[in-house]
């Protein structure tokens, strides 16, 4: 997969003016009444959160069936299962989901790097997907325990090995 030419854009001053909105908006530098605040607006978006990841992994469960099904991938297949793990990654963190981050860049980094899906392909990226479901099901927040890193550990063996 080729990487995309990636093409930073700076801002407007007046986009920037609107984006800190100093009149009934928060500054630059927060305060800790405002960073509590942050923070509980995010506790209440955390079960959308939720329920919109695991629609995106049901969603991409039903799209990698075919390779189970020896059936060709749909185009795109491998991009959109890249996109969406960039998605999770980066969200993760935010909701206080680290180990989902991490699952997500895993899973992330596996399919950046395949041109042509296979089946072992289908089952690494099945594999992470799951795990992802379990950190959102059992609402895992932190890093796990033993159990979970070595499950990430493992994870990321598999995908060294079926690259």
């Known amino acids: 997969m080729a990487k995309p030419k990636v093409q930073i854009i700076q801002p407007s001053l007046d986009l920037r003016k609107r984006a800190v909105n100093f009149k009934t908006g928060f500054g630059v530098i927060l305060t800790p009444e405002e960073t509590v605040k942050l923070q509980t607006v995010v506790e209440k978006s955390s079960d959308g959160f939720v329920r919109q990841i695991a629609a995106k992994l049901k969603q991409l469960r039903e799209a990698l069936a075919a390779l189970d099904d020896g059936v060709a991938p749909n185009p795109g297949l491998i991009e959109r299962v890249a996109s969406d793990a ?78």
């Open 86 to 163: 960039l998605e999770i990654k980066g969200l993760g963190g935010t909701f206080k989901f680290p180990l989902l981050t991490q699952i997500a860049k895993s899973l992330h980094d596996y399919a950046a790097q395949i041109k042509d899906a296979n089946v072992w392909h289908g089952v690494i990226f099945a594999h992470h997907i799951d795990a992802l479901y379990v950190v959102l099901a059992q609402r895992i927040t932190g890093l796990g325990g033993k159990v979970e890193a070595e499950l990430l550990k493992a994870l990321r063996q598999a995908s060294t090995k079926y690259k």
